[in-house]
C-alpha cells in the first residue's frame, strides 16, 4: 500500500493549529492534518472562560471555549483531519513522528509541515525565588485549569508574582469564586499584560497592585503560609533591603511570562531568535527551513488571540502553496532590524516584492511618539502613537512598493 503523503501536517490544535489548517484548506491544500497531544482540540483556549476573544477577528466578545468552539466546527466542515493524544517526539526530513497509546509509534509525512505547539509558563524554578518547597504554589495557567475545568480551588489567600495576563485575569476569577486576593506583585515599574485587564480585572475589583516589588522568600514547611514581598531598585531590579513585609496567606501564583515551545523546533536546527524565543520567519510564516513553518505563540508570545489566527491563517495559506511548488524560499531576503525603544521585530526577514505585515514590543512604556519605519535608512512609515506598552503588541503594514529593491527595514519608537 502506498504511504500517504498530505499536502500540510500540523503540529498542535490549539487556535494557532485550528487557524492554520482552515487558512491550508482555503488555499486550496488536499490532505491536512493536525496532531493534537491533548484528548481535544482547541488548546488553552478551553480554559479561558473569561470573555475579550473575538473582538478583532469576529466583530463581537467570546469566550475562549466559544471562540474555539467556532474554529473546531469550521475545520472540520472544511474537512481536516486530526489525530488527538498522540505526543510529537521529532521533526523529520518531511515528516513528523509521533506516539499514541492506539498506534503506537507513528510517521506522518507531508509536503510542508507547520509548527503550531504554542507556549508554555515561566515556573517557581526558572525565577529562582528563595524559600522553602511548600503545597500551594502554582503557575497562573495551571490554577486556572484546576478551577476552570476541575472545579477545584487552590486557596482562600492569595498572593499573585508578575503581572501578565493570565496573572490578573486569575486575579479577578479568584475573587469572584471567593477568596481574598492580598495584592499582585510586579518586579518593573509597570504591568506587563494589557491595560484592560489592569483596569477590568484589577482596578474594577480593588485588588493591591505592587509595582517595582517582588517576592523574596516563601514561608511554610507543608503548606504555603506566607511570603515575603520587597520593594525593588528600578535601576537594577534588585531588593532594597529593609523595605520586606510578611504576606500571610496559603497560595501563590506565579504569572512571570511565557515561553515558546520550541524544543522540537531546536532539536531539527532551526535556528531560534535571542529575543523571541521562536524560529525567525518571514512575513509568509516561512523558517530557514522552506518547507517548515511556524505560527503563533511558538514563534512569539502574541497579546491577543486574534493576532494568533490572522498569524496562522498565513501561516496554513503559506504551506499549502509551497505543497503546490509556489513558495520557494528566495535566495536573497531583507533583514528586519529594532531600533530604539524595540524589544523585537516579527517577521525578522521579509520576502521582496510582497507586502508584510510587522509585529513589534516596545521595551519600555512611553506616550506621545513617533514609530518610524526606514527601509535602507529612509522612512517609508511615520506615524504619531498617543501611548506604547510592552505587554501590548504594535502593529504596522508595508507595502510591496515599500519594500521594493531594499535590503534592510528598521523599525523605532521615539
Do not use: W
Not at 482540540?41 to 471555549?65: A, N, R
Not at 483531519?81 to 510517521?107: A, C, F, Q, R, W
Amino acid at each position: 500500500m502506498e504511504e500517504k503523503i498530505y499536502d500540510v501536517v500540523i503540529v498542535g490544535g490549539g487556535p494557532a493549529g485550528l487557524a492554520a489548517a482552515i487558512g491550508a484548506k482555503e488555499a486550496g491544500a488536499g490532505d491536512v492534518i493536525i496532531i493534537e497531544r491533548d484528548s481535544s482540540l482547541g488548546g488553552i483556549l478551553e480554559q479561558c472562560i473569561h470573555p475579550g476573544f473575538g473582538l478583532k477577528y469576529f466583530g463581537e466578545e467570546l469566550t475562549g471555549p466559544e471562540y474555539a468552539r467556532r474554529f473546531i466546527q469550521k475545520a472540520k466542515e472544511c474537512g481536516v483531519e486530526y489525530k488527538l493524544g498522540t505526543m510529537v517526539l521529532s521533526i523529520g526530513e518531511h515528516s513528523v513522528t509521533g506516539i499514541n497509546p492506539t498506534d503506537g509509534v507513528i510517521t506522518i509525512r507531508g509536503r510542508s509541515i507547520v509548527l503550531a505547539m504554542g507556549c508554555r509558563e515561566r515556573t517557581r524554578g526558572a525565577l529562582m525565588t528563595p524559600g522553602a518547597r511548600p503545597a500551594g504554589i502554582y503557575t497562573a495557567g495551571a490554577a486556572q485549569r484546576l478551577i476552570n475545568r476541575q472545579n477545584i480551588m487552590v486557596g482562600k489567600r492569595i498572593v499573585i508574582l508578575g503581572s501578565g495576563d493570565i496573572g490578573m485575569i486569575m486575579a479577578r476569577r479568584l475573587t469572584l469564586e471567593g477568596a481574598e486576593v492580598l495584592a499582585v506583585v510586579e518586579i518593573m515599574n509597570y504591568t506587563t499584560g494589557l491595560i484592560r485587564n489592569r483596569v477590568q480585572c484589577l482596578e474594577d475589583f480593588g485588588i493591591p497592585l505592587l509595582l517595582s516589588h517582588t517576592v523574596v522568600e516563601i514561608k511554610g514547611n507543608n503548606r504555603v503560609e506566607g511570603v515575603v514581598v520587597a520593594e525593588v531598585d528600578p535601576a537594577t531590579r534588585k531588593p532594597i533591603p529593609g523595605t520586606e513585609k510578611l504576606y500571610e496567606c496559603d497560595t501563590l501564583l506565579i504569572s512571570c511570562g511565557l515561553i515558546p515551545e520550541n524544543e522540537l523546533t531546536r532539536e531539527f536546527g532551526i535556528k531560534l531568535h535571542p529575543v523571541t524565543g521562536g524560529p525567525e520567519v518571514n512575513q509568509f510564516m516561512q523558517t530557514e527551513v522552506e518547507y517548515i513553518f511556524a505560527c503563533g505563540n511558538v514563534v512569539h508570545v502574541n497579546d491577543l488571540v486574534d493576532n494568533v489566527t490572522e498569524e496562522s491563517l498565513t501561516a496554513g495559506r503559506s504551506a499549502a502553496r509551497y505543497a503546490r511548488g509556489e513558495l520557494k524560499k528566495p535566495e536573497q531576503e531583507i533583514r528586519v532590524t529594532p531600533g530604539n525603544n524595540v524589544r523585537y521585530v516579527c517577521p525578522q526577514r521579509l520576502y521582496p516584492g510582497a507586502p508584510a505585515t510587522l509585529f513589534f514590543r516596545v521595551t519600555e512604556p512611553a506616550k506621545k511618539v513617533t514609530l518610524s519605519v526606514l527601509a535602507d535608512s529612509k522612512p517609508v512609515i511615520t506615524k504619531k502613537l498617543a501611548t506604547v506598552n510592552p505587554g501590548e503588541m504594535q502593529r504596522v503594514d508595508l507595502s510591496a512598493e515599500a519594500l521594493s529593491g531594499v535590503s534592510t527595514v528598521l523599525v523605532e519608537v521615539r
